[in-house]
């Protein structure tokens, strides 16, 4: 099971991780989407894709607040667990994308394995969010079968 968590302010990220988890059933892949992650309901070895959008000054957005801060409190290892981010963002502000960014360094430092650069999204380009992701997506769906 790919477990998608989900960063939103606006619902953005929201309807492109509806997208995603499309794409991934499409192709006989599991996946479910929380916007309220709890991370001893998280599957602990398998794929996680963050999907996240920036706030303020760069900030994670506050559904996700809680789950960044139990991963924080909590002494864990995430060492079985891949890593996919799809960061949202709009590069006319210095902090563009920067949710993805720390909630990257902060997985990382729990041993979870990044298996692809950050995908960011600016909200700048013409073609829809979600357009973007599901392209980007497509091109690394043979990893993703291979870890699920």
Request: with cysteine; hydrophobic share 45%; glycine share 4%.
């Amino acid at each position: 099971m790919i477990e998608i968590i989900v960063g939103t302010e606006t619902g953005t990220a929201e309807y492109v991780a509806d997208e995603v988890i499309e794409l991934l059933e499409a192709n006989d892949i599991k996946a479910r989407a929380t916007l309220e992650p709890e991370l001893e309901l998280l599957s602990t070895s398998g794929l996680w894709i963050v999907i996240t959008s920036t706030q303020g000054a760069g900030d994670i957005p506050n559904n996700l607040q809680p789950f960044i801060q139990s991963l924080s409190d909590n002494n864990i290892t995430l060492a079985n667990n891949k890593l996919m981010i799809i960061a949202l963002g709009d590069s006319s502000y210095d902090t563009y994308c920067q949710a993805g960014s720390k909630i990257s360094e902060l997985l990382l430092s729990l041993r979870i394995e990044l298996i692809t650069p950050i995908f960011q999204v600016d909200a700048m380009n013409e073609e829809m969010p979600e357009d973007l992701v599901i392209n980007w997506l497509t091109d690394h769906l043979p990893l993703i079968t291979a870890i699920n």
